[in-house]
């Protein structure tokens, strides 16, 4: 039987319950002895990412936070650069390839609200199923703007990353233009009436997506005229 969930943008009364999620993960892995990939962002930036609707959780209705994402902001000028990050799914729902479907309603929902900005984002490469999800969703190498490597100067790992010759123990990657609209319109065609299933084997992951960009008659129209190329 399906289990039903919900993806949503997040508000500041579910800080509390994320930063829970995050522990409640970094845990479990630590437990298992297993290399932390729970790489929670600072509140601050939880918070701006709130106030800019930017800022999404999959969870069980009125249960658990099972999945965070979020979109930051990097530079706002001379050109505007925003990262994808802060995720992290839960293992009782990997295999559904969650993650593409995360990447896409952040993709979707920056190309109506921000529709200028470059969208990038930072993966360890020992982090095998990241890297496959972003290279499915179409991201490519870049090299690291100056934001992009300010978190590094407080990392542990700073030194051992300079005495192999890299400034940071993530590799960076951007989305074309071209694939941004791809991306949204992925997102687009997964839903059929404001929810998304996703089977892996006999198994089924079905979650209702309630965001501006599913729910809000503006939003809607802009990201379809956006997708069918009614506007650039």
Known sequence: MASRKVLREAGAHDLTRIADAYERWANVEAAEGQPNCVRPRPE???NDAIAAGLLFVLEERGGDVLAVAGVFNLRS?????VELGGTYVDRSIRGYKLQGVLFEVRIATVAVSQHEARITTAINPSNGGSLKRSAESLFKVMQPIAEQLVPCKDCEKLASMASCG?????????????????LSRRFCERLTDGTITLVSGDKSLVFDVECPITD???????LRDYVDGRWP
């Open 216 to 222: 809000d008659d503006d939003y809607r129209r802009a």
């Open 44 to 46: 601050s930036e939880l």
């Open 166 to 182: 890299r400034s940071c123990c993530c590799d960076f990657y951007d989305l074309a233009p071209e694939d941004k609209r791809e």
């Open 77 to 81: 000028s001379p050109d505007v650069y």
